[in-house]
């Protein structure tokens, strides 16, 4: 039996990964990024939003910057994501000992390969929604899909 290096093992695992079987790992990790708070954090981390112009670099915010740039997420919330972030790797937390303690939050590189794809999907969102609107009204208007 020929023997394997850990990274042929993990190219194996990786071609292995397909998120439509219901047990694949994927599947939680397209939840998590599929969560409206993650991609406006990650938006965030990434330089976009209200007062930054396109093409800002990633920069590290405190809670509560986030907080302020993300209107509506609740305290809970935002540490609920923050947290998630961390654990899968695609935010850092620093704690710096000042008085008060101040925490900053900045993308990894992995999280920072995520926002680029995440900031496309915002964008289609934004510039689309009139369309989208205009749907749902017809939709809405008429039958709402019933089946025959």
Known sequence: MPTTTASQRRAAAKAEYDAFF???PSRQLL???SDKWVALVLA???G???GTTPGDDPMPMRFSELQRRISGVSQKMLTQTLRALER???VTRTVTPTVPVTVSYELTDL???LQGLMKGIKAWAEGHMEEVLTHRGGFDQGSGGAAD
């Open 48 to 50: 976009d939003g209200p």
């Open 88 to 90: 899968d790797g695609l």
């Open 31 to 33: 939840e998590r990024i």
């Open 111 to 113: 999280g920072r390969s």
């Open 22 to 24: 219901a047990q694949c």
């Open 44 to 46: 965030a981390l990434g």
